[in-house]
């Protein structure tokens, strides 16, 4: 299996490419088979997953009907046969394989299997998760995995989410009297598979907020994309997300004032550049947070960024087969965000009315945060006018992705990795230790 780290720009480039390739053919998406090990579950070439909003969670109705050779209507489930939407109906003759989409696990590539999250299972909690890291017992609560810092700033961000919450439920019921459906996001992670690992990352990605997307893809070589989705979110499986932020941001009026053309503090400086792309309708739009690069503004990576439908169709169009399709490269976010600058489209000044950044460091790193770093705080200041407090204030309340990486150094010293605190983060934000829950059987999943 290849790693994902060395090959990250040609992994992403793919994705990004059959993902265009899948909505000009109205196809579906695959997951690698490490994690979906049930191909056999999937519904049949002739439906349509129906997503079903039901409580707090989205379900996807598997199952589909067919008509026989008497004209009779079957209900049918679990069927391999025509996998979940067949293969490429009208493949491009010069696409080869990473292009063709996932391999079976006969051997056959063009497979797309259902992405809905359904499929996902909670699976057994890794054995070197404690329960004492995810709920701290009353001794502990001192010395929290996440940081004395860190558990003031996720309490910060605790109440953000509820103002999320509170405000996606409040655009559900206008949407529903509007008869209309609310945004859906597509998840991808990109991963590698390692014996010492065998997923786990991904796994506890799926275990905790990997559920909460609408769809969710885990890619480790080369896999296929889908159709029907407004943003695909794209991150590495060392990302902790805030599902709920993240929709609450996507549907605010700071986003349909930016879908109607309106420039913000980075691509303002750039007008003579991103004026044209601005007043596309549907206009392309790249989620993130800034990094500097050779003078720019660029998408980090690390706590991932979001496309909308406009930027793909964009990079389809205009990417594909001319942007570096065959450099090697770990710098992805760079060279993706390369292309979309000689498009005109600069990643979104996503933070918040505090100038909060919605993707950011941990929690713990958000704390201590002095004003430097790889993103250049002076040189965003200096070009782009944009302000970044430190500490606490330096994540926003409504803070979208963790990169869980950041931590990594003072976890070690506790013999603790990004896994555990993912699981920390999780349990916080969901309650999961409330009313005395401390073992691990106990916790609500």
Known sequence: ???????????????????????V??????????????????SSASSTPK????????????????????????????DDDNWWRGHYVTPNPNMTHPYLGARHPNGT???????????????????????????????????PIEGFGGHMTLNKIQSGLME?????????????LLSSRPDKILCIIYTSYTEEDCHGRLGSIVDTWGTKCD???????????????????????????????????????????????????????????????SQMRPRPLLFGGPYTHKGAANIGGGGGYILNQAALKL???????????????????????GFFRGQGVYVTDTRDESYGSRFWYTAEQACNFEGHGPM???????????YFPVGMDSASKQQVAFHMKHDWKRLKTMNLTPLDLMYRYHAYFEHWCENGQQKLEDIPR
């Not at 109205?26 to 994690?35: G, H, N, R």
């Not at 699976?123 to 998760?129: D, L, V």
């Not at 509170?166 to 019921?173: A, D, F, G, P, R």
């Not at 087969?321 to 060279?335: C, G, I, N, V």
């Open 1 to 23: 299996m290849v790693s994902a780290r060395p090959r990250q720009l040609q992994c992403i480039i793919t994705l990004l490419a059959i993902a265009w390739i899948v909505i």
């Open 25 to 42: 053919n109205k196809l579906a998406s695959s997951l690698d088979s490490k994690v979906d090990d049930d191909v056999n579950s999937v």
């Open 51 to 78: 997503i079903i909003h039901h409580s707090k969670k989205v379900y996807s109705s598997l199952s589909t009907h067919r008509r026989d050779s008497n004209g009779n209507t079957k209900h049918i489930i679990n």
């Open 109 to 143: 590539l063009g497979m797309i299997v259902n992405p809905s999250i359904e499929r996902l299972q909670p699976i057994p909690f890794q054995t070197f998760i404690r329960s004492s890291h995810i709920c701290p017992t009353d001794s502990e609560k001192d010395t």
């Open 164 to 176: 999320s919450k509170q405000y996606l439920l409040t655009m559900h019921n206008s949407k529903k």
């Open 215 to 277: 769809g969710f893809i885990g890619a480790s070589v080369y896999q296929n994309y889908i159709n029907d989705f407004d943003y695909f979110y794209i991150a590495g499986d060392d990302a902790y997300v805030l599902m709920d932020n993240m929709r609450a941001y996507l549907s605010s009026p700071r986003v349909d004032k930016l879908k109607n053309g309106y420039l913000d503090q980075i691509s303002s400086v750039h007008h003579d550049t991103t004026k044209a792309s």
């Open 315 to 337: 990079f389809g169009e205009n990417g594909v087969s001319t942007w570096y399709p065959h450099l090697t490269d770990s710098r992805e976010d760079l060279l993706i965000s």
């Open 376 to 386: 250049d705080t002076k040189f965003l200041r200096q070009k782009y006018g944009l």
